[in-house]
C-alpha cells in the first residue's frame, strides 16, 4: 500500500533562514508521482510541484528547490532566505500508476515564518 | 481561465440532515476528485469521477456519494449527517484521472455539523 510520511508536525524559523521539509514515502510500484502542494491560511491548496519516479533530477524554482531520492524514498523540501508568505501548510503526496488510482497525502508540515 | 469554484463556502447543518455540494471543475478538465479534510485525519480521498463515472473510491461509508454532469460539473452529498462529518471538502480538477499532471484545487467546503 502507498504511504507518505511528513514526520515534522510543526516547524518554526526566522525569516531568511533556509528550511528544509522532510517526506518519505513507500510504493510497491516503480511507476510513480510525487507532488508537493502548499495550503496558505486561505485554506486553497496550490500545486508547487510533480515528479516521475524516472526522473531523479533536483528542481530549483526561485527560492523553492526539491531534492528526490529514491535510494531513500525521500522527496524532501527546501525553501531558501525563508520569507513570512511562505507561512503555511506544506503537504507532500504520491500517486502511483494505474491499480490505485488516486493521490495520497502526507499528514502535513506547518511552517510560521517568524519576522 | 477560471478556477475550480466550489459553493457553498460554509454550510451549518443538523446531524440527521443530508447536505449538497457542488464543484465546476476548470474548463477542459474532465476529473474531479474530492477530499475530506479533517485536523485529525488531515487530507482523506473521497472518490473521483471521469466523464461521468465513478473511478476510484475511498474508505468512506455509502452516505458519502457523488455525481458528475455531462459539462463535468461535479456535486457530493453526504446524508444522515454526523457530527464527525464536520470538515473542509476539497474538491480537485485535473486532466488525467488520479491527478497524475497535478490537481487545481478549490476553495473548499467548511461543513459544520451541530
Known amino acids: 500500500a502507498q504511504k507518505v510520511t511528513q514526520a515534522q508536525t510543526e516547524i518554526s524559523v526566522v525569516e531568511k533562514e533556509d528550511v528544509t521539509l522532510d517526506c518519505v514515502y513507500e510504493t510497491r510500484d516503480t511507476t510513480y508521482y510525487l507532488f508537493w502542494y502548499k495550503q496558505p491560511p486561505s485554506g486553497e491548496l496550490v500545486f508547487l510541484i510533480r515528479?516521475?519516479?524516472?526522473?531523479?533530477q533536483n528542481e530549483i524554482s526561485g527560492r523553492y528547490s526539491w531534492n528526490f531520492q529514491k535510494s531513500t524514498s525521500s522527496f524532501n523540501f527546501t525553501i531558501t532566505a525563508s520569507q513570512v508568505v511562505d507561512s503555511a501548510v506544506y503537504f507532500c503526496a504520491l500517486s502511483e500508476q494505474g491499480r490505485d488510482d488516486k493521490i495520497i497525502f502526507g499528514k502535513g508540515t506547518r511552517l510560521h515564518i517568524l519576522p | 481561465k477560471a478556477g475550480v469554484t466550489q459553493t457553498p463556502r460554509y454550510l451549518i447543518k443538523t446531524r440527521g440532515q443530508q447536505v449538497t455540494l457542488s464543484c465546476s471543475p476548470i474548463?477542459?478538465?474532465?476529473?474531479v476528485s474530492w477530499y475530506q479534510q479533517t485536523p485529525g485525519q488531515g487530507l482523506q480521498f473521497l472518490f473521483e469521477?471521469?466523464?461521468?463515472?465513478?473511478?476510484n473510491k475511498g474508505n468512506f461509508p455509502g452516505r458519502f456519494s457523488g455525481r458528475q454532469f455531462s459539462n463535468s460539473r461535479s456535486e457530493m452529498n453526504v446524508s444522515t449527517l454526523e457530527l464527525g462529518d464536520s470538515a473542509l471538502y476539497l474538491c480537485?480538477?485535473?486532466?488525467?484521472?488520479?491527478?497524475?499532471?497535478?490537481?487545481?484545487f478549490g476553495s473548499g467546503t467548511r461543513l459544520t455539523v451541530v
Open positions: 480537485a480538477s485535473s486532466l488525467r484521472t488520479g491527478g497524475k499532471d497535478g490537481y487545481t
Open positions: 515528479r516521475n519516479s524516472f526522473d531523479e
Open positions: 474548463s477542459g478538465h474532465r476529473s
Open positions: 469521477y471521469f466523464s461521468e463515472t465513478q473511478r
